[in-house]
């Protein structure tokens, strides 16, 4: 099952995450499938390519809660 979550990156206590297609069975910061976008909560930038994101749920990709509510802005 493949799912759109966050990847982090960044140093502590300064997230900077990266939105990812992976399969499941993969760690959070594994090797994903493809990037699809970033988030960085400070400053609460978002860039995400939209068609991607529609051509991986179209393929039957999950995104997790998070995910879900940053598409939706």
């Known amino acids: 099952m493949v799912r759109i979550r966050l990847s982090r990156r960044g140093k502590k ?11 499941i069975r993969i760690k959070r910061d594994g090797a994903p499938i493809e990037q699809i976008g970033t988030y960085d909560p400070l400053s609460k930038s978002l860039k995400i390519d939209k068609e991607k994101a529609e051509f ?3 393929k039957g990709a999950k995104p997790t809660g998070t995910v879900l509510s940053l598409l939706k802005k």
């Open 13 to 23: 206590k300064r997230p900077f995450y990266r939105i990812v297609v992976t399969d």
């Open 56 to 58: 991986w749920i179209k």
